[in-house]
């Protein structure tokens, strides 16, 4: 079992940035994936960014040039860095960890991001 604990989230003005962080506990070894994922009120969970099983990184088209991801392997934490934030990034943030062995998925709880003036 892999526990996902995301933190973070907020509210922030138009322009503003913020940072997420995904901790993970657990049998961490499984994991050969690692993304982000968003969920607005009434849309479909969609990709924003991640860390593939090949260690490449892959961002959705409307996040380029604004929104970057690190990880720090000693605290087994993902994060993401969120700038020039626009209201259409309010969503609820999701992490999600693959274990492509297994074929299942970890999620955490969401943080909830909101973009507004």
């Known amino acids: 079992q892999v526990q996902l604990v995301e933190s973070g989230g907020g509210l922030v003005q138009p322009g503003g940035s913020l940072r997420l962080s995904c901790a993970a506990s657990?049998?961490?070894?499984?994991?050969?994936?690692m993304y982000w994922y968003r969920q607005a009120p009434g849309n479909t969970r969609e990709l924003v960014a991640g860390?593939?099983?090949?260690?490449?990184?892959v961002f959705a088209d409307s996040v380029k040039g604004r929104f970057t991801i690190s990880r720090d392997n000693a605290k087994n934490t993902m994060y993401l860095e969120m700038n020039t934030l626009k209201p259409e990034d309010t969503a609820v943030y999701y992490c999600?960890?693959?274990?492509?062995?297994?074929?299942?998925?970890?999620w955490g709880q969401g943080t909830q991001v909101t973009v507004s003036s």
């Open positions: 999600m960890a693959s274990d492509e062995v297994a074929g299942y998925d970890y």
């Open positions: 657990g049998s961490i070894s499984v994991i050969t994936a």
């Open positions: 860390f593939t099983d090949r260690g490449s990184t």
